[in-house]
């Protein structure tokens, strides 16, 4: 049923912003007199489909396979290499008849759609549900360091003041893409003495395979025992991801429960583990996940009265629960209306932007091209529960980077046939035809080879690779 729902999220997110970017081009096209003859979502490969219908001269359908969607103009070379058609005189109501700036503004408007898309998600997320952060000044406890920031010098319980000699607010922005992507150097408090640490604007990549958490985060004191993780009701049974796996020929191994089994309960507070005294929570964290596999011994208090538990912790360095914590010192902040959309495009470009900087890393071997993800990782960002706004906040964040991709000079691609235009806009005459048509077959090699290879990322994270 998680699979399920993974899938039912990714598939109408994606749904979505398929069909209004085709619909971009669809609307530019139509606006210069040029005949569209298909609009699908999703492929119609080797002519099936799952359904379709024509209404006037275009036929609108839904394809079997699930990789995008595509609208079919007509004297175009494009995914579908219809040669006959290019093959007979041009017509006046074709692709290629129309004058260059005019096929520019089509091909651009499934990008521009998705820029417009991605920027009133973010907006509506603004003015309905406003913006929160933590306050930094108020974090009298510093930061709980994990073994990346730890690398680079920080320390539990520093605090930091300021990014690159600006004062931090928000304590947020000091885990941001823009520190994460560009370095920084933070102003920090020791001990009573201050200190100058730089971030490597190589971090990004040791990060991405871990959570923010192992670099820096707010640090709270350890309060009780919040969950305990408990067998399933109905029996635990390998998920849907776990079966793909399993195709793979990795093992399913039934999940264990060392809290639970220990008699550990919500509401229990713990005191000791291996006799050393927790005060905070990664303290806690600290001291399980350096005993894997062994037996500890956890002192605590149930409803005020001593209790010792001795789980044996799990070879991932934990033993099942979630605990409450001291509640981080937070503010919200409301926006009206007109306010809030220089607030989300700010937040839609720096997305764009992000994408931007982040393709430029893997090509200076900053960043690791195993970050590339398929339609499998983003199914499991969002997540086995239905959540309205982290929904659009993904599928914001997907459309702006759907723009990105779309707009990279890979022939197949939107960037691909806007780079053809404009070298015919400066050289005067149009790319012939022989030429684009064999751009469009190695563009296509290309992007089923990135497909293969995002897809192959995936797998590999699943084995633990």
Known sequence: MNGLIMAGQLLLGLSLLVILHELGHFLAARAFGIKVEKFYLFFDAWGFKLFSFKKGDVEYGVGWLPLGGYVKIAG???????????????????????????????????????VIVGIIIFWMLT?????????NDKLTDGIAVGNIGKEIG??????????????????????????????????????????????????????????????????VKMASIKMVIAPDKNGDKPSFFDRIAGLFGK????????????????GDSVLTVNNKTIT?????????????NKTITISALRNGKPITFTPKVADNGTIGVAANSKELPSAHVDFGFIQSLPVGATMAWST???????????????????NISSPIGIAKVYG?????????????LISMALAFMNLLPIPGLDGGHVVFLLIEMVQRKPVSEKVLEKAQIVGFVILICLMVFA?????????GK
């Not at 041009?90 to 990008?111: C, D, N, T, Y």
């Not at 003015?127 to 306050?135: A, L, P």
């Not at 730089?198 to 670099?215: G, Y």
């Not at 093992?251 to 919500?266: C, L, N, Q, S, T």
């Open 154 to 219: 920080l320390k539990n319980g520093d605090r930091i003041l300021a990014v690159n000699g600006s004062k931090l607010i928000k304590f947020e922005d000091v885990i941001s893409s823009k520190v994460l992507f560009d370095g920084a150097q933070l102003t920090i408090l020791r001990n009573n003495k201050t200190l100058y640490i730089s971030v490597p604007d190589t971090i990004l990549n040791k990060i991405s395979k871990n959570d923010k958490e192992n670099f820096i985060a707010p640090r």
């Open 280 to 292: 905070f929570y990664d303290e806690f964290v600290s001291e399980v996940s350096g005993n894997k």
């Open 352 to 370: 764009f932007v992000d994408n931007a900087k982040g393709i430029g890393k893997m090509i200076t071997g900053k960043l690791s091209a195993r």
């Open 76 to 114: 175009m070379i494009d995914e579908s290499m219809d040669t006959e058609q290019m093959a007979q005189p041009a017509q006046p109501w074709e692709f290629r008849s129309k004058p260059a700036w005019q096929r520019l503004i089509v091909m651009l408007g499934g990008i521009i759609v998705n």
């Open 251 to 266: 093992k399913w191994e039934k999940p264990v429960y060392p809290a639970y089994v220990a008699g550990i309960k919500p």
């Open 384 to 396: 086995s529960t239905f959540d309205w706004v982290k929904f659009w906040t993904l599928t914001g």
């Open 127 to 135: 003015f309905t549900y406003g913006q929160n952060y933590t306050v």
């Open 455 to 463: 897809f192959g990322n995936d797998i590999l994270k699943s084995f």
